[in-house]
T-cell receptor, first 111, second 116 residues
Framework: KQEVTQIPAALSVPEGENLVLNCSFTDSAIYNLQWFRQDPGKGLTSLLLIQSSQREQTSGRLNASLDKSSGRSTLYIAASQPGDSATYLCAVLNQGGKLIFGQGTELSVKP | GAVVSQHPSRVICKSGTSVKIECRSLDFQATTMFWYRQFPKQSLMLMATSNEGSKATYEQGVEKDKFLINHASLTLSTLTVTSAHPEDSSFYIC????????????FGSGTRLTVV
């Protein structure tokens, strides 16, 4: 059974810092991995999608990496801003066609 | 880009009544949509997979008679919470995959259900 774990559960940083969020999964047989952002009481916004054959994806200040063999992904946020404060979720699409989510990392960026 | 619209965003209902939540794909067709439930400070749990023109597939432990799913068209899936109880209060989110390989899953804005 696929399990997705995100560390840390919560993170508070001062504005301007670079930071890394971690995601690990137990079954490497995945189609892709997706990082999402969720603001309180809102739906999910897709940030980056990495196909199983890819190693990383970049969008603006965000960079996501994928090491499928070790079951790990990281989301790197450069020069963090207060507007980045949200919960970040990673999810893997397993070979059964289901999206399995981690518990999320709650990020707070202090001005 | 691909947009999934979910309505209503918030609903309060009395115990014993039913509530319908709509999920629409606005600019693409979705033969499959997904319904998730999220408790406070927890992750999303898949409840069921909605299949256009056929029965939904429910995850283990989800009562199909309580959570009725209808996917009558390629752009609309509905989730009806029947005979709602306070323990059904939660955040419900739908999702669909626009396809074409690289978009990934797109999510609605969610519905906060409160049963009083």
């Amino acid at each position: 059974k696929q399990e997705v774990t995100q560390i840390p559960a919560a993170l508070s940083v001062p504005e301007g810092e670079n930071l890394v969020l971690n995601c690990s999964f137990t079954d490497s047989a995945i189609y892709n991995l997706q990082w999402f952002r969720q603001d309180p009481g809102k739906g999910l916004t897709s940030l980056l999608l990495i196909q199983s054959s890819q190693r990383e994806q970049t969008s603006g200040r965000l960079n996501a990496s994928l090491d499928k063999s070790s079951g790990r992904s990281t989301l790197y946020i450069a020069a963090s801003q207060p507007g980045d404060s949200a919960t970040y979720l990673c999810a893997v699409l397993n070979q059964g066609g289901k999206l399995i989510f981690g518990q999320g990392t709650e990020l707070s960026v202090k001005p | 880009g691909a947009v999934v619209s979910q309505h209503p965003s918030r609903v309060i209902c009395k115990s014993g009544t039913s509530v319908k939540i709509e999920c629409r794909s606005l600019d693409f067709q979705a033969t499959t949509m997904f319904w998730y439930r999220q408790f406070p400070k927890q992750s999303l749990m898949l409840m069921a997979t909605s299949n256009e023109g056929s029965k939904a597939t429910y995850e283990q432990g989800v009562e199909k008679d309580k959570f009725l799913i209808n996917h009558a068209s390629l752009t609309l899936s509905t989730l009806t919470v029947t005979s709602a109880h306070p323990e059904d209060s939660s955040f419900y989110i739908c999702s669909a995959n626009p396809g074409q390989g690289y978009y990934g899953y797109t999510f609605g804005s969610g519905t906060r259900l409160t049963v009083v």
